[in-house]
Nanobody, 119 residues
Framework: VQLQASGGGLVQAGGSLRLSCAASERTFSAYIMGWFRQTPGKERKLVAAISKSGVSTYYTDSVKGRFTVSRDNAKNSLYLQMNSLKSDDTAVYYC?????????????WGQGTQVTVSS
């Protein structure tokens, strides 16, 4: 599956952004989806994930209550609504997909979109 992330930009602290990730395949619903972020010199970290049906979600502690991950399988799309943004949220955000719930490894990656939060 090919993934295309979009929606990044520059926002003031306390503001909001909505990231989108478009998938190329009609079998989008067969993939567990995740949003990762990476800052220079640091490893890429999982921010949020959502199950194939969208019923189950995961958030890293630092974004709980501020970020919401969702998906629309009819539109082959993944979203990340980010509210109350902080300067620590500044990063390149990547969407990713995997087929196997038992594996921690994501197989497919989008190109990344830059989010910059100014304080």
């Amino acid at each position: 599956v090919q993934l295309q992330a979009s929606g990044g930009g520059l926002v003031q602290a306390g503001g909001s952004l909505r990231l989108s990730c478009a998938a190329s395949e009609r079998t989008f619903s067969a993939y567990i989806m995740g949003w990762f972020r990476q800052t220079p010199g640091k490893e890429r970290k999982l921010v949020a994930a959502i199950s194939k049906s969208g019923v189950s979600t995961y958030y890293t502690d630092s974004v709980k209550g501020r970020f919401t991950v969702s998906r629309d399988n009819a539109k082959n799309s993944l979203y990340l609504q980010m509210n109350s943004l902080k300067s620590d949220d500044t990063a390149v955000y990547y969407c990713a997909a995997k087929r196997n719930d038992d594996s921690p490894d994501y197989e497919f990656w989008g190109q990344g979109t830059q989010v910059t939060v100014s304080s």
